[in-house]
């Protein structure tokens, strides 16, 4: 049987990527990534309410959750590199370098570590295997496709990777969205909420302490500002 790690944010695209794996037949653990500590751990991705959610849907589903901590090199990967990017002027994406540096470096690398086979995530893509190499393309639902936030990924990564919602037609994720196990009205209510709450504090921040004049500052606030969890 093949084994698959389910990198889960908490959101319901991941677990619905989770639902579908575990129908396919794999044997699968969830994990979450840890990404901050301190007091910016509540406000931002994969924080402790994220983190108890995607455990949540994990024993719906009958898996184990783990929450592998990758601090250090999500501030060194993706935060400094965003700031310095910014300090210049560029306009930089740091989904992108999360995806490039944790979710398909660090991630499959503790997926070699534990002895699985694969990494599976929510995003909206689709992998394709021809003449002994694979193709990153985009989703079904091209309304939806998120291929292009996926352009780093390696041969190796991609032979190891699982994007179980690239394959899905709209009419079919949408009724997935509603299944039982993804608590779906208390989780949008509770991360609309999250980030309402998150937008204000951000702004209060801008105000009070006048980070405008401030480019290392600012930067931070947009780089944790914009790593939230998609519903």
Known sequence: MKKAII????????????HLTIE???QCIGATMKLFTGREEDSTCCSLSDI???KAVAHRLGMEHFVFNFTDDFDEKVIKKFINAYEIGATPNPCIECNRYLKFEKLIRRMEELEYDYVVTGHYARIEERDGRFLLKKAVD???DQSYVLYSMTQKQLAHTLFPLGELTKEKLDILRQADFIFRDEMAKAKLDRKAQQFFAVMT???SVGVRNNARTFGYVIAIFLFQPLL
């Open 7 to 18: 990198a889960m944010s908490g959101g319901v695209d991941s677990s619905v990527a989770a």
């Open 24 to 26: 396919k037949g794999y």
């Open 52 to 54: 108890k959610d995607a």
């Open 142 to 144: 091209e309304t939806k």
């Open 205 to 207: 921040n801008v105000k």
